[in-house]
């Protein structure tokens, strides 16, 4: 039987490949606005900090109270190792302060990059129009990695030449960043390329790979917050091994073998993964489905909740593991915290530095409940364009009404994560130190920032209504939260830059009791951006493509 | 006659339903091939088992002289697909969907492409995003008619066109058909089978249910005749092979067997004929019968 014989043995190498030219052209063609955007982003962070941070931290002396917050456990835990941190520079500090959000950018560019190449395309069936033509089997996704290749490669040289031409940092240094850099990169590549055989809709296969991002994170997080310089918990993380080339401090190359190891296992099993299946299917079968409609879904409400929930749940799983991880370090770092010096306290502005860290992880966690608000907005502008939604609003379902159960859904979706995130924190507090208080404590501390992230969703509907295009932009309030709500208080960023994030308005619980009035004004605007929003939208064309 | 496709035994699964059964397809070089039947008969799984785009479970096919999984890029060079639902790049225009499709194809007829844009009056200028369905369907159209390759596989490939580009359509196939060339056209448009295929497969549930010329698949079914008698004509409802005899407007309609024509003309005679119309089968009365006595009640079914 012909259908049985194995594709190797009987198609040639080169005819598995046929094509892989034509398309990486055309790939780089279609990617001509992304690929720039996002390598000249990355470089445009290391000019920004090249030249934010000397007139944050003007002498080597200023600098040195910096980076000292970053060297305690709980500035490793969300920065790095912290090489070099004991004879800080400004070289140092960027690379080894901000590399590892250089890094997170990089794993999101290719985890996107690749998802967007394959299952996206096999998802609209545009593959199939593409393998139609003289086209090898291995060619389209093996056209996807080199476009990822030649990114990062892109990526890097951006870097490095932002690194040592404006920023004038030292050129080994540079150049180890920078390759490490792009070698993450392509490491979250291979993980996307797996990802990507296993589920048939591109977002399931971003969510696990951002789910595989999610777990690098939280595993260095915990074993780089137990001593300076990493331990063998951190080495499992595929985050850690560019950041152990500690650059601009022992500039070694060997971490990175690591990386480039991981990448090409991974991307060879996506490779033989993808042969092993049809075009279109994927390794996780899809289960049939309910027969009926059930009574709920007929409803405008049951059928927001309906094509919400997936990603709703999606979010709550990870943020409430997230929870308890970061809840379980807390032992540790109480007895990190008792031999630090007094200018930590800066970080938390708190006397009791466990309560202080445990206020900022639920910070944190609103910044990544404004994520979630985010990306549900998104989707439903992806149910109006993709045409979903026109049905709907054909039935006697008004744009209002549409719009309208969508927000609420989200918006008690908000309350719900949020809640659960608290409680899985408190948790894992709870686990560690045995105080139960932190249970009630972090559900509050969590609760007190829900206001903050109806903010961003009210802002994200009011670019929906308004400026639909724009709905990415919602992004930037949750960007501009954590990047200022994590380092402005130690950049010593004026009073008016840091309030302008929501999120730094709810009182710091449990350091702080709660304050009602902030709460109230957050919810207000929030109210107000959606309202604003709901109207546009009724006032707008529907845009489908 | 040389065959370009054939099958013998074709079975593909995904989970529980089997969406190829024991597929027997035989395409012969030169002819418009109609593959007919209801959606989720298994046109399209078919296809992409062709295409090598999947793979089947167990069962031969065969495409020229290779087979469709090993030498799907060799195949390739000498076949042009279209399918029913065709997506495109937002940010490309139509007329670079077209040329990328051309040139990892390899042949390819320039002043075809632009003849054909002109016929199909597509605008290839505009982005992928701001086309509606039918334009995204003329976009793979032109891309495959423009093609010189020796097959066609066209999967419902005029779902999205109105009826004045239907027709351009079918002038193209008729083109493409006086060439020499081959073309497997997929439809549930049975108008157009009827007017382009010089043979018909008839599928369901994954099977061949009826393979032949449209003649011969005449042959086998009812023509329907619509009498004005002067006598009352319900007695001819007790001849072998007439079917649902009904009154309308003192006219009687009713189908008859192929086989039964003539005795059922001789019946009729003494009746005092003042009209007669005979109807040939129309493709949907062929899929009717093959698809409407799986309630097993074709005559009630059929009387709509
Ligand atoms: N990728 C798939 N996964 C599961 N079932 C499928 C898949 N593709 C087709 N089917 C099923 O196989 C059957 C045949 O489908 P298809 O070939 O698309 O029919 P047609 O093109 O004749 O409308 C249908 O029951 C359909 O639901
Ligand atoms: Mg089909």
């Not at chain 1, 919602?474 to 939260?481: H, K, S």
């Not at chain 2, 009904?246 to 003539?262: A, C, I, N, S, Y």
Request: aromatic share 6%; hydrophobic share 50%.
């Amino acid at each position: 039987m012909p259908a049985d014989a194995s594709p190797s043995s009987t198609t040639s190498r080169s005819d598995r490949l046929a094509g892989v030219g034509t398309l990486v052209r055309f790939l780089l063609r279609r990617d001509r606005i992304k690929l720039p955007a996002w390598t000249g982003g990355l470089g445009l962070f290391v000019v920004y900090l090249a030249v934010a941070l000397p007139s944050v931290a003007a002498t080597e002396e200023e600098l040195r109270s910096a980076t000292q917050l970053f060297a305690d456990p709980v500035g490793r835990l969300l920065i790095g190792p912290g090489y070099g941190f004991d004879e800080p520079s400004f070289e140092r500090f960027v690379a080894n302060g901000y590399g590892l959000y250089f890094a997170i950018i990089a794993a999101l560019m290719n985890i996107l990059l690749v998802v967007r190449h394959t299952r996206l395309e096999e998802q609209t069936g545009r593959a199939e129009l593409i393998r139609a033509n003289v086209v090898g089997r291995a060619a389209p996704l093996t056209a996807t990695l080199i476009l990822a290749v030649i990114t990062n490669l892109v990526a890097a040289v951006v870097v490095g030449v932002a690194m040592v031409g404006i920023a004038g940092f030292a050129t080994a240094g540079s150049l180890v960043f920078a390759v490490g850099l792009a070698a993450t990169g392509i490491a979250f590549a291979g993980v996307a390329t797996v990802t990507a055989q296993l589920s048939q809709y591109p977002r399931a296969a971003a969510g696990m790979a951002g789910a595989v991002l999610g777990a690098a994170f939280l595993v260095r997080a915990g074993g780089d917050m137990a001593a300076e310089g990493g331990t063998a918990l951190s080495w499992l993380s595929p985050l850690a091994w560019a950041q152990q080339t500690a650059p601009f401090v022992l500039d070694r190359w060997w971490p990175l073998a690591l990386s480039i190891v991981f990448a090409v296992s991974t991307i060879a099993l996506g490779h033989l993964l993808a042969a092993r299946r049809d075009l279109g299917a994927s390794l996780v079968a899809t289960r049939p489905g309910a027969h009926e409609a059930s009574a709920r879904l007929g409803t405008p409400v049951g059928l927001a909740v309906r094509l919400q929930r997936g990603n709703m749940i999606g979010w709550g799983a990870a943020l409430a593991i997230g929870g308890l991880a970061f809840g379980a370090y807390t032992d540790a770092l109480t007895d990190a915290f008792l031999d630090l010096p007094g200018a930590f306290t800066e970080l938390f502005g708190a006397d009791d530095l466990v309560d202080g860290y445990l206020a900022y992880m639920a910070t944190f966690m609103a910044f990544l409940g404004g994520a979630y608000a985010v990306t549900a907005v998104q989707s439903l502008r992806g149910e109006e364009t993709s045409g979903r939604a026109e049905p709907l609003l054909a039935a006697p379902v008004g744009r209002i009404t549409w719009l309208a159960t969508n927000l609420v859904v989200t918006t008690v979706g908000v309350v719900s994560i949020m809640a659960v995130t608290g409680l899985a924190t408190g948790f894992g507090a709870v686990l560690v130190t045995g105080d139960t208080h932190h249970i009630p404590d972090l559900a509050l501390a969590h609760l007190n920032q829900v206001p903050a992230v109806w903010v961003v969703l009210g802002i994200a509907v009011l670019l929906l209504g308004a400026l639909p295009r724009a709905v990415a932009g919602a992004w930037i309030i949750v960007a501009y939260g954590l990047v200022v709500g994590t380092f402005g208080p130690m950049l010593d960023l004026p009073e008016a830059v840091l309030e302008l994030s929501p999120f730094a308005h709810p009182a710091e619980v449990p350091t702080e009791t709660v304050r009602a009035l902030p709460l109230l004004t957050l919810s207000a605007i929030a109210v107000g951006a959606a309202a604003i929003g709901l109207l546009a939208f009724r006032r707008r064309d529907l845009e489908t493509t | 006659m040389a065959h370009v496709i054939t099958t013998e035994g074709l079975v593909k699964t995904f989970g529980s339903t089997r969406a190829l059964d024991g597929l027997e397809l035989s395409v012969t070089e030169g002819e418009v091939h109609g593959f007919l039947g209801p959606n989720g008969a298994g046109k399209s799984t078919a296809i992409r088992v062709l295409l090598g785009l999947l793979r089947a479970d167990s069962g031969r096919a065969r495409l020229f002289d290779g087979d469709p999984w090993a030498d799907a890029v060799t195949l390739h060079r000498r076949l042009a697909y279209v399918p029913g639902d065709v997506e495109l790049w937002p940010n490309l225009t139509g007329g670079e969907a077209i040329d990328l499709f051309a040139r990892l194809r390899g042949r390819f007829d320039r002043t075809r492409r632009d003849e054909l844009c002109e016929r199909f009056d597509l605008d290839p200028t505009k982005k992928g995003r701001t086309y509606s369905k039918g334009n995204r369907q003329k976009v793979a159209l032109i891309s495959a008619l423009a093609s010189e390759v020796e097959l066609l596989l066209l999967d419902e490939p005029t779902a999205g066109l109105d009826p004045l580009m239907e027709a351009v359509f079918q002038e193209c196939i008729r083109d493409i058909k006086e060439a020499g060339r081959t073309v497997l056209l997929s439809s549930h448009v049975l108008a157009q089978v009827e007017a382009l295929a010089d043979r018909v497969s008839i599928i369901r549930q994954g099977r061949i249910v009826e393979s032949g010329s449209l003649a011969e698949l005449r042959h086998l079914h009812r023509i329907t005749i619509t009498v004005e008698t002067a006598e009352s004509a319900h007695a001819l409802e007790r001849l072998a092979g007439v079917h649902d005899l009904r009154e309308l407007d003192g006219q009687f309609r009713f189908e008859v067997e192929g086989d039964h024509v003539d005795d059922t003309v001789r019946a009729l005679a003494p009746l005092g004929v003042r009209s007669i119309v005979a109807h040939p089968p129309t493709l949907e009365q062929l899929l009717m019968r093959h698809y409407g006595d799986e309630t097993d009640a074709p005559s009630s079914d059929s009387a709509r």
